[in-house]
């Protein structure tokens, strides 16, 4: 187990850069695995949290947002669900390190069609790991799961 980060931070420009920690690597050896139900989440928390965040700064809703969403420290990781779903039938392997998805958007986009922005931002990151596919159901399904017991923990 290693110590986790949560480092977020917006420059006078409205330029915002997170960095986190592997959520897998609190529970599991570190660096071995990547849990799809939770990058699903966390992605679509990222999204739905800058939405927000930029909209409350003034930011038109279609006004245009560059987007780059890198994860590193891939290979030898194993894709895998959280609470050890049998989900996947057999090991998924990557041995590539990085994968970076980049694409413009909007705060309008980012909350009202993050699902589908969720898919696209991870199903390149998934097919590193033997050509893994998660359904478009699926995708909304494990994002609207996380996002409900996120919610339900911040009320708490």
Do not use: C
Request: glycine fraction near 8%.
């Amino acid at each position: 187990m290693h110590d986790s980060y949560d480092y977020w931070t917006l420059r006078t420009n409205g330029d915002f850069y997170g960095a986190l920690s592997y959520f897998e690597d609190e529970r599991t050896t570190e660096g071995t695995a990547l849990w799809a139900d939770i990058r699903i989440g966390r992605i679509a928390e990222a999204f739905l949290f800058l939405a927000g965040m930029y909209q409350r700064l003034g930011v038109g809703p279609t006004e245009q947002l560059r987007l780059m969403i890198t994860h590193s420290g891939l290979s030898g990781r194993i894709l895998s669900y959280s609470g050890g779903s049998s989900l996947l039938l057999q090991q998924k392997k990557t041995r590539e390190e990085s994968h970076t998805w980049r694409r413009v958007s909007s705060t309008e986009e980012m909350a009202n069609h993050t699902a589908a922005l969720v898919e696209e931002a991870l199903s390149g990151l998934f097919v590193l790991f033997d050509y893994y596919e998660i359904s478009a159901s699926r995708y909304a399904q494990f994002a609207k799961d996380y996002l409900e017991e996120f919610e339900q923990q911040r009320n708490r």
